[in-house]
């Protein structure tokens, strides 16, 4: 009986990790199973707060000068000059326009410090793999530091297809002792690229990999 699998990279990427380690390579980082260090999270994020903080006080600025040009506007000429039917009094232009200018510059400053708040917000939102946004912005970060290292070289995995099957055989006597062997198999399809940290290819193929059909008995000790 055939049936399909879902491909999962990251069984790969580990094993492949181990591999290396044991032919020994002198460093091995996988960036997609790694976690952010504290200090690197608050590396990141410090940077983006102070600037929310900063906006947050000119908003606040902002619309102080826009209340106190709209106060200006409110005042009635001095009492030497006092309105009358004929001559009333009006608001200074200027005050108006700046008051206008100042309140639409802090609903806009508001405006960003929301969105800003949304995309902070969204960075602590896991995946169906329960990992964060932030998680996998930060190893990015590490794929970055790691290639910028004299000699570094990327390899990039990506698995293809995979598939499996089972059989079993029968007969009267294994199926009075009910003791029918169970056999199973599987494949994979992989593809890889090798580039140094100029992102120049140095090696890539498409690597297919298939396995016999071997007893349930004895998978653990081949695998």
Do not use: C
């Amino acid at each position: 009986e055939g049936f399909s699998l879902t491909p999962d990279a990251g069984q790969i990427v580990a094993a492949l990790g181990e591999r290396l380690l044991a032919a020994g390579a002198a460093s091995v980082v996988l960036p997609s199973l790694s976690w952010p260090r504290a200090s690197h999270v608050e590396a990141a994020l410090t940077p983006l707060a102070e600037r929310m903080r900063k906006a947050a006080e000119e908003a606040a600025r902002l619309d102080d000068a826009a209340a106190q040009a709209k106060a200006s506007v409110a005042k009635l000429e001095p009492e030497s000059n006092p309105p009358t039917a004929l001559a009333p009094a009006k608001p200074d232009a200027a005050d108006e326009k700046a008051a206008e200018l100042y309140g639409q510059a802090a609903a806009k400053l508001r405006e960003a410090l929301a969105k800003a708040d949304a995309y902070v917000a969204s960075l602590s939102a896991a995946d169906d793999k329960g990992v964060t946004a932030l998680a996998k912005i930060m190893r990015e970060k590490v794929g970055y530091g790691v290639l910028t290292r004299e000699g570094a070289l990327a390899l990039y995995l990506d698995v293809r297809a995979t598939v499996g099957g089972t059989f079993s055989k029968a007969s009267l006597w294994t199926f009075f002792r009910n003791t029918a062997p169970f056999y199973a198999m599987g494949g994979v399809v992989v593809s890889y690229t090798l580039n140094d940290a100029d992102g120049k290819l140095l090696a890539s193929d498409l690597v297919p990999v298939q396995r016999g059909y071997e007893r349930v008995q004895e998978l653990a000790s081949r695998l």
